[in-house]
């Protein structure tokens, strides 16, 4: 079985992990009517959200919404599937991520991924055959709807990406954090920051839910997480964000300026980061992208008048240089 009640009318409907330990999971909130958050990997775990579904005794007219927390193809690649399974189900996600949704297949490489091309196409390409969906409505943040008795308000921070989106459910005081905790379970440094996204934002989108009253965390990528177990991988992967920032500060204060690749080979090698097919055809920079460009923005690393090799080098300014032996993790 596939599927299991992980608490009081809320299900988990998970597929094979990825080779680096990731879940291809859904979350499944039951009322009187039902939530679908996410849908999957296309062709993969839709049948079995219908399974978990029949096993709880229901049947398809109440699902009331298919909600999204985020405009990726593992999130939106079963949408088409359980709309037809779902004819009454309302397909809901952020005004930010709507025409992504509508378009994957143009959106998803020109706006979010910076994907290899070989030979002029793209050498991983999630989205090709991913048919683009209409969404019902969209949400912007502190929205809410009903399924009964339960309510399901929206918290939208634009961290993992522009349309990301996390859902709270007031009965059970849980918090579905999509993608914005880590891909990879137990390795906080493994997250995503795509082109649309926002370190400033993520951070926030963490600190939110460190301050939140919830007794159940849900992240996309992994099981869920309760009570004071779900507090400490908040404080961790706040840890880890900063952490990062640190790590890119202190490489350029002890190696001087650096090519973004020796400083992407430092970071990765101290902070444990290492990708896996077919995260690292898209992923690969783009997180370090993100927090070089929120550092050079804060005026601590600026790109460099030197050159290597033709290759631009980054510096750090004098009063943002960190000494290594006063950070504990390095």
């Not at 709309?83 to 809901?92: C, D, I, S």
């Not at 918090?175 to 379970?185: S, V």
């Amino acid at each position: 079985m596939t599927f299991n009640e992980i608490n009081d009318g809320i299900w988990n409907v998970y597929g094979e992990h990825g080779p680096g330990g990731e879940r291809n999971a859904v979350y499944i909130v039951m009322d009187e009517k039902i939530a679908i958050i996410d849908t999957g990997i296309r062709n993969t775990i839709q049948h079995e959200i219908g399974e978990c579904i029949d096993h709880a005794g229901r049947k398809a007219k109440d699902v009331k919404y298919i909600f999204l927390t985020r405009e990726h193809h593992d999130a939106i690649g079963g949408a088409v599937k359980l709309k037809q399974m779902f004819p009454k189900a309302e397909l809901v996600c952020h005004k930010d991520a709507e025409d992504t949704i509508r378009k994957p297949y143009l959106y998803l490489p020109e706006k979010h991924f910076e994907p290899n091309r070989k030979g002029g196409k793209f050498s991983y390409e999630p989205w090709e055959r991913l048919k683009g969906v209409k969404p019902h409505a969209v949400f912007d943040d502190s929205d809410k709807f009903q399924l009964g008795g339960t309510t399901i308000f929206t918290v939208c921070y634009p961290g993992f990406s522009a349309g990301h989106s996390m859902f709270f459910s007031s009965k059970q005081k849980a918090i579905f954090a999509g993608a914005e905790l880590y891909i990879y379970p137990m390795s906080f440094s493994n997250y995503l920051i795509d082109l649309t996204g926002s370190t400033v934002e993520r951070e926030k989108a963490l600190a939110f839910i460190s301050r939140a009253n919830i007794d159940m965390l849900c992240p996309a990528y992994d099981g869920a997480y309760l009570g004071g177990q779900a507090k400490e991988l908040i404080k961790q992967a706040l840890s880890a964000h900063n952490n990062y920032e640190e790590t890119i500060l202190v490489t350029l204060t002890t190696n001087g300026a650096s090519t973004f690749e020796e400083i992407r080979e430092e970071v990765n090698l101290s902070l444990g980061i290492e990708w896996y097919k077919p995260w690292k055809y898209l992923v690969q920079d783009l997180t370090l992208k993100a927090h070089m460009k929120q550092l050079e923005e804060e005026d601590k690393i600026f790109e460099s008048s030197k050159k290597r090799q033709k290759k631009i080098v980054w510096e750090v300014h004098d009063d943002a240089k960190i000494d290594p032996e006063k950070v504990l993790y390095y």
